[in-house]
């Protein structure tokens, strides 16, 4: 199993950014995928998930109408589209497949800052 997430950066907050993960090693299409961030001193907490279809989405209540999580499958891809960023958005992200949940990739940095 490998991950590898990307997107990340440095944004003002109210800005957007669209986070990719790129997975190999499963069948990615059988499983549902998840986001997850870390920030500095706090517990890695769940961002976001997706069915393995697409079709069911969830969000922690912090997150919902501010981002979205969509799939594609024939890229082996999960992303996160975050809008109307906060400071509190800055962490390290990282994306996470349900049925494989020790393993994750390298995560990629957001930065909300002015």
């Known amino acids: 199993v490998q991950l590898v997430e990307s997107g990340g950066g440095l944004v003002q907050p109210g800005g957007s950014l669209r986070l990719s993960c790129v997975a190999s090693?499963?069948?990615?299409?059988?499983?549902?995928m998840r986001w997850f961030r870390q920030a500095p001193g706090k517990e890695r907490e769940l961002v976001a998930s997706?069915?393995?279809?697409?079709?069911?989405?969830n969000y922690a209540d912090s997150m919902k109408g501010r981002f979205t999580i969509s799939r594609d499958n024939a890229k082996n891809t999960v992303y996160l589209q975050m809008n109307s960023l906060k400071y509190e958005d800055t962490a390290v992200y990282y994306c996470?497949?349900?049925?494989?949940?020790?393993?994750w990739g390298q995560g990629t940095q957001v930065t909300v800052s002015s």
């Open positions: 996470n497949c349900g049925q494989f949940p020790h393993y």
């Open positions: 090693g499963f069948t990615f299409r059988s499983y549902s």
């Open positions: 997706i069915s393995s279809g697409g079709g069911i989405t």
